[in-house]
T-cell receptor, first 112, second 115 residues
């Protein structure tokens, strides 16, 4: 069983829709939770991060962590065609240095 | 210029050949990583290096080797390439003083095909 599970999609939505992307995990030691965005033919780039449980908002993006359920989410409000990309969740434990465990990524297309 | 560069960007090779993928960075980071990305499997860590003299295996190091020639350069070698090593390979860097998130910065990737 993978440590981090992510629905690969693909997910296709109309412009302006609210998008929900999710990951589940099995390692209760994960403390840092990140979302990377990867455009086609590019390397991933960090989009947002949270530490432990709670919510974090940045513009149209909200990251949520529920450690009791081992579940994290990324919400995109008022989605735009420029949000079309693959979104990867990533996690690490406190003592891992900077080693990350990634989900497989969800491919999102926002249609104008 | 890009902060993290990878060469070549695309490579087609045959089974049994030795292949080297190169990564250079101008970010001044001490930590470097090699990942491979496969459909349905996501990004998986092959090797990582926290400084020139500290190299560690990741989760899928079999069939690969690495060399950290300098702080800015980290090469990945496939000693005898096989078809299931066909994948997209990414190099990444991070700074040990990069705060709680220790963001990783990725190169543009190398698409490797082994026939």
């Amino acid at each position: 069983q993978k440590e981090v599970e992510q629905d690969p999609g693909p997910l296709s939505v109309p412009e302006g829709a609210i998008v929900s992307l999710n990951c589940t995990y099995s390692n209760s030691a994960f403390q840092y939770f990140m979302w990377y965005r990867q455009y086609s033919r590019k390397g991933p780039e960090l989009l947002m991060y949270t530490y432990s449980s709670g919510n974090k908002e940045d513009g149209r993006f909200t990251a949520q962590v529920d450690k009791s359920s081992k579940y994290i989410s990324l919400f995109i409000r008022d989605s735009q065609p420029s949000d079309s990309a693959t979104y990867l969740c990533a996690m690490r434990v406190e003592t891992s240095g900077s080693r990350l465990t990634f989900g497989e990524g969800t491919q999102l297309t926002v249609n104008p | 210029d890009a902060d993290v560069t990878q060469t070549p960007r695309n490579r087609i090779t045959k089974t049994g050949k030795r292949i080297m993928l190169e990564c250079s960075q101008t970010k001044g980071h001490d930590r470097m990583y090699w990942y491979r990305q496969d459909p349905g499997l996501g990004l998986r860590l092959i090797y990582y290096s926290f400084d020139v003299k500290d190299i560690n295996k990741g989760e899928i190091s079999d069939g690969y080797s690495v060399s950290r020639q300098a702080q800015a350069k980290f090469s990945l070698s496939l000693e005898s390439a096989i078809p299931n090593q066909t994948a997209l390979y990414f190099c990444a860097t991070s700074d040990r003083t990069g705060g709680v998130v220790n963001e990783q910065f990725f190169g543009p990737g190398t698409r490797l095909t082994v026939l």
